[in-house]
């Protein structure tokens, strides 16, 4: 019984220890995905703004109008700062702005003022403040905004000497 007993063990071994043996597959790395991007409005900003500005002027008084509409053009220069800040999904904001302009025109006076006399438009310059309140849908941003606006604005009437052509 004794030669059976080590002949089963001898035996044994090599079949049961096959299933310990077995070859273990390596892991998988797989990379990671990208973290989406949050996109934020907090912050300030500086700008710079240019271009021409025309449009139409008439002067009015309560007795009805002055001058025929005439045009009114000139150029356009000045910059912008502002700041935003986001809480959550709100944005609230202050900018503001400033411009120099050589906006002009003129025309001659209706009756009953003498026809040596004009209306004339300049603005010299022109600026804004203005609060913000608005809905960040990640890179779009829905606000209202309102504000303060003034300028240099000025309706002179002149006289002009009347020009006498003698032959």
């Given amino acids: 019984m004794k030669k059976l007993l080590v002949a089963a063990a001898l035996i044994a071994p090599p079949c049961c220890a096959t299933a310990a043996d077995l070859s273990v597959r390596a892991p998988v790395y797989r990379p990671l995905s990208p973290a989406l991007a949050v ?5 300030c900003y500086l700008g710079a ?3 021409g500005a025309i449009g139409q002027s008439r002067h009015d008084t309560d007795f009805g109008s002055t001058s025929d509409p005439y045009t009114i053009s000139g150029g356009l220069a000045g910059g912008t700062v502002g700041c935003n800040y986001q809480v959550s999904q709100w944005v609230l904001g202050l900018e503001g702005d400033f ?3 050589n906006k002009r025109g003129s025309a001659i006076e209706l009756a009953p003022f003498p026809a040596t006399f004009t209306s004339q438009t300049r603005e010299n310059w022109l600026g804004t403040v203005r609060g913000r309140v608005g809905f960040a849908a990640d890179r779009w941003l829905f606000y209202v905004t309102g504000g303060y606006q003034g300028g240099a604005h000025f309706e002179p009437r002149l006289a002009q000497p009347a020009r006498l052509y003698l032959s």
């Fill in 99 to 101: 411009s120099w302009t």
């Fill in 39 to 43: 996109y934020g409005w907090s912050g």
């Fill in 49 to 51: 703004q240019g271009g």
